[in-house]
C-alpha cells in the first residue's frame, strides 16, 4: 500500500482498507472495502483518518506545504470503480473530498507544482490499474479545466515531476519498444528527450525517483544483452544523463543463463500505420531450415513489449528450447501516443489482429520463421488474442490461451472489472449484446483446427476460470486436440512455484508437439 512523508516531515500518509475483511462464506462478491486515507506522526500509535470512510482512494500526493492532498479517487470501493475514478483534493486534518476534475477516463502519476497553484497527472483508457501512459495534464488546484501539454506526441508518458523553478517536468515515458526520459516544458508544451531507447522502472510503469534538486534521477534499468534489472545513478546534463551503476546483485543469474539476442523489426501494419517487433531466434539455431516461431502477445492491451534483459513472459523459455518468439507491439500498446493506443477501442481482435500477422508475415519475409510450423501464445489480453486468432484464421498450427477471455457476456457476469469490457467493447452487454457476441471467440467455435493449450488460476478474479472451461468444451466437442490445466489457489497469474514450473514445462511440450517436425 501506497505511503508517503509529508514535505514538512511531520507526518505520514498511507492508504488502508475500511472495515473488517470479508469472511468468504457465504461469498459476497460486491461492494468490498474501501481504501481509506491516514496519516500517523512520528511516535504516536494513533492513526488519524483523512479521508471519509465510503471512498476509495486509489493514490494520492501531498502539498508543498503539507496542508493538503490530491487524490485519485472512488465512489465505489471494487476493482471495476477506478475506471471511473476523478480527481479531489482533501485536507490534511481530514474532511470531504472536493472533485476537480470530470474526467472519462483514468488518472495517474499526482504531482504538485513546487508553489501549489496547480497539479500535474498522466491521463489515458487504461486496461489495467498500474499500467499507466497517456498524456499529461496540468490543473489549476482550486479547479477549472485541465490543459493538455502533450497532446499528438508520439510516445506515451508515464511519470511526471516538477522542477523547482514551476515552469518544466520531468518525465518518463513509454517510446516505441524502450523508454525514454527528457523535460516538458510547461508554457509550450515541448518535450525534450535527454535518454532514449533504454528500459528502466518496474516491468509495467516506466518511473524514475528524482533527487530534491532535480539534478540527478535514480532508477532500475535492465539492458539487452547485458544485465537484468539493477540501480542506477543519472545525472542530468543539458544535453543528456550520464549514468553510473550501483549495484551488481545478478551477476550469478546473468553469467549462467544462455540469453537469446533481441532483433528490432520495423513493418507496415494495418492502415499502413509503422508498427514495432523484437524477434529472438533459438539459442541453439537449427541445423538446417528456418525454425518455428512463436507469436508471443502481451497482455492488457495497454502494455507494451519492452527491449530488455530477459524478454518477458516466457520468451527466453521459448527460445531455450528451440524456437524464434516475436513479440508485437500492435495498436493499443504504449509507446506510440495517445492515438495509437485507442485504436484498440471497440475494435479488439480486428485490426491489431492485421497487425499481430503482419509482424508474422514480415519474419518469415526475412527469413527467421518457417511459415508452416508457427504457434501462437499469450497471458491476459494475450490469452484472449491466442483464442480469438485460432477462431479468425487458421495460420497457427498450435495456440496456448492463458487466462484468456472467450465469452465477453458471461465474462461481463463474472469479472470484477466489468467497466472493462463496456470501455474497450465500446458497448454493454444489455444494449449490444450482438457486439458481445461478435468479439468472442466462442461464437466461431465451429471454425476452429487449432490444438489449444488452456492454462488458468482457478480463483481468477479478473478473468474468471468458467472462460477456460468454455473453450475447453467447445473446441472438445469439435474434436480439436485441446489441453485444459487449472491452477488452484491462483489468481490472475501463477504465484506458486510448482505451478509456474508445471505451466512452462507443459507449454514447451505443447509447442514442441505440434511445431517440430520431429515432434
Known sequence: LLVAWAPDGKRLAFLSLEGPELS????????????????????SDSPEPVTPSNVTVWEFAWSPKSDQLAVFFSAGPDETDYYRGQIGMVSATGGAITQRTR?????????????????????????????????????AAQGG?????????MCSPSLVRWQADGKRLLYAAWDGVGHQVGWLDEATGTATALA????????????????????????????????????????????GISWRRLTHLNAALEESTAVSPTRVLHFTGADGWDVEALYNPPVKPPAS?????VLNVHGG????????????????LLCGAGFGVLRVNSRGSMGRGVAFADAVLGDMGGKDLEDLLAGVDEAVRLGL??????????????????AWAVSQVTRFKAAVMGAGICDYLSFHAQTNIPDWDMRFLKATPTEDPATYREKSALSYATRIQTPTLILHGEQDACVP????????????????PVELVIYPREGHGPQEKAHIEDMESRIVRWLSRYLKSEG
Open 145 to 153: 479545466e485541465p490543459r493538455n501539454l502533450t497532446e499528438g506526441i
Open 301 to 316: 492491451p495497454s502494455s507494451a513489449w519492452v527491449n530488455n534483459w530477459s524478454g518477458g513472459f516466457l520468451t527466453q
Open 289 to 293: 531450415g528456418t525454425p518455428p516461431l
Open 103 to 139: 474526467l472519462d477516463r483514468q488518472a495517474a502519476a499526482l504531482t504538485w507544482s513546487p508553489d501549489g497553484s496547480r497539479i500535474a497527472y498522466v491521463s489515458g483508457e487504461w486496461s489495467d490499474r498500474g499500467l499507466v501512459g497517456g498524456d499529461v495534464f496540468t490543473l
Open 369 to 386: 520463421a518457417d511459415p508452416e510450423r508457427v504457434g501462437i501464445a499469450g497471458w491476459s489480453y494475450g490469452g484472449f488474442m491466442a
Open 196 to 239: 532514449r531507447d533504454l528500459v528502466i522502472g518496474e516491468p509495467a510503469w516506466p518511473k524514475v525517483s528524482a533527487s530534491a534538486t532535480m539534478d540527478a534521477i535514480a532508477v532500475t534499468r535492465t539492458i539487452a544483452g547485458e544485465h537484468s534489472l539493477e540501480l542506477y545513478l543519472g545525472t542530468l546534463r543539458a544535453d
Open 465 to 480: 476460470v468458467n472462460q477456460a472451461y468454455a473453450f475447453a468444451r467447445a473446441l472438445t466437442e469439435r474434436g480439436v
Open 24 to 43: 468468504g462464506d457465504p461469498i459476497m462478491p460486491a461492494p468490498g472495502r474501501h481504501r481509506r486515507l491516514w496519516t500517523v506522526r512520528p511516535g
